[in-house]
T-cell receptor
Framework: DTAVSQTPKYLVTQMGNDKSIKCEQNLGHDTMYWYKQDSKKFLKIMFS???????INETVPNRFSPKSPDKAHLNLHINSLELGDSAVYFC????????????FGSGTQLSVL | GDSVTQMEGPVTLSEEAFLTINCTYT??????LFWYVQYPGEGLQLLLKATKADDKGSNKGFEATYRKETTSFHLEKGSVQVSDSAVYFCALSRNNFGNEKLTFGTGTRLTIIP
């Protein structure tokens, strides 16, 4: 069983489209995250949710809207896609607490043409 | 703000060579420090961690010691294998309203040749 699963694995779309990436974790964790990894492998946190509540929002454009229907799911919806949105998006979860460990999904490679 | 600086890659070594990947950090207080590894096509996995000064994290033959005086957490392995080829990320952790927030370095790509 995959602990943190994301779909789709690859997403190719045109500029201006709207797309969603889904994430589910079966670890019973309270906290979930979205990270963006650019072409140079630099990883930056975008959002964090704890028990469906938004905790961290790191200066991400309003076109990005996370949604957490329950604590096992954190989806990412992106409106009006731009070329600069091309990246690998990683979902992660953690049990929380002061020194936890993050469990990452295998990533969604988004290519905006 | 918090930041992590890693040595630039890529790093290419022969099998059984000694590995060092440098990592230094900037942070106030006492962050926790981590090394994560990303194998091709996969998400990141925690490799090792240290939560306070002078702690040594170790796993799969890799080691790193939390040095507060030099603000460093260098990754070392005595004898690398082809299967160690991956991208390695140094990271530090802060609590933010009770949640983990990892700040990553830029990653170092390691290639081991037989």
């Amino acid at each position: 069983d995959t602990a943190v699963s994301q779909t789709p694995k690859y997403l190719v779309t045109q500029m201006g489209n709207d797309k969603s990436i889904k994430c589910e974790q079966n670890l019973g964790h309270d906290t979930m995250y979205w990270y963006k990894q650019d072409s140079k492998k630099f990883l930056k946190i975008m959002f964090s949710y704890n028990n469906k509540e938004l905790i961290i929002n790191e200066t991400v454009p309003n076109r990005f809207s996370p949604k957490s229907p329950d604590k096992a799911h954190l989806n990412l919806h992106i409106n009006s896609l731009e070329l600069g949105d091309s990246a690998v998006y990683f979902c992660a979860s953690s049990p929380g607490g002061p020194v936890g460990k993050l469990f990452f999904g295998s990533g969604t490679q988004l290519s905006v043409l | 703000g918090d930041s992590v600086t890693q040595m630039e890659g890529p790093v290419t070594l022969s099998e059984e060579a000694f590995l060092t990947i440098n990592c230094t950090y900037t942070a106030t207080g006492y962050p926790s420090l981590f090394w994560y590894v990303q194998y091709p096509g996969e998400g990141l996995q925690l490799l090792l961690k240290a939560t306070k000064a002078d702690d040594k994290g170790s796993n799969k033959g890799f080691e790193a010691t939390y040095r507060k005086e030099t603000t460093s957490f260098h990754l070392e392995k005595g004898s690398v294998q082809v299967s160690d080829s991956a991208v390695y990320f140094c990271a530090l952790s802060r609590n933010n309203f009770g949640n983990e927030k990892l700040t990553f370095g830029t990653g170092t790509r390691l290639t081991i040749i037989p």
